[in-house]
T-cell receptor, first 112, second 115 residues
């Protein structure tokens, strides 16, 4: 069974640009959550999508948004990039939003 | 609100020695508790979880953890460290029995294993 797949693995952007990250969950999983990992703030919850609806949201500005498609694949978008957005973005999927969550290998975003 | 405290950002042990990584949590309701491991350039892998039932939980790779409600702790142990255990370990909590299942993570403990 394929795991959670995140693309791309690495991204380099400049300040002010926007970026879209993609996550394909484990087959049959309907919940996708996104987390940001930085050396300073650690692992922080961004949001969760279930059946194409945002069900839960962390404490991040509106520049961070996401969506989920009917096949449960999810995308995360960050607009007007700032240097502080440099991080490893992790996606996790689960059957229904409960536990356990299965993580992908992440997308490492670097802002120049 | 929930929070997790991991004591010791870095722990160094000799190969074959006991591994003990400490985790304390704060939660107003009984939580679910987890330990994850992260190897360089990889995501998080679930080691073990506690939801209900037996308080001593066995996980993968020989790790186990014990939920102690009176101490609000969920320390991770392994009797004998192996070089391949060198990684970063995260303790996490989530609410039980509610729709909000987001994980709250501790700051992580980097385990170094000396030959």
């Amino acid at each position: 069974k394929a795991g959670v797949t995140q693309t791309p693995r690495y991204l380099i952007k400049t300040r002010g640009q926007q970026v879209t990250l993609s996550c394909s969950p484990i087959s049959g999983h309907r919940s996708v959550s996104w987390y940001q990992q930085t050396p300073g703030q650690g692992l922080q919850f961004l949001f969760e999508y279930f059946s194409e609806t945002q069900r839960n949201k962390g404490n991040f500005p509106g520049r961070f948004s996401g969506r989920q498609f009917s096949n449960s694949r999810s995308e995360m978008n960050v607009s007007t990039l700032e240097l502080g957005d440099s991080a490893l973005y992790l996606c996790a999927s689960s059957l229904d939003g409960g536990q356990p969550q299965h993580f992908g290998d992440g997308t490492r975003l670097s802002i120049l | 609100a929930q929070s997790v405290t991991q004591l010791g950002s870095h722990v160094s042990v000799s190969e074959g020695a006991l591994v003990l990584l400490r985790c304390n949590y704060s939660s107003s309701v009984p939580p679910y508790l987890f330990w994850y491991v992260q190897y360089p350039n990889q995501g998080l892998q679930l080691l073990l979880k506690y939801t209900t039932g037996a308080t001593l939980v066995k996980g993968i790779n020989g790790f186990e953890a014990e939920f102690k409600k009176s101490e609000t702790s969920f320390h991770l142990t392994k009797p004998s460290a192996h070089m391949s255990d060198a990684a970063e370990y995260f303790c996490a909590v989530s609410p039980s029995g509610t729709g909000r299942r987001a994980l709250t993570f501790g700051s992580g403990t980097r385990l170094q294993v000396q030959p």
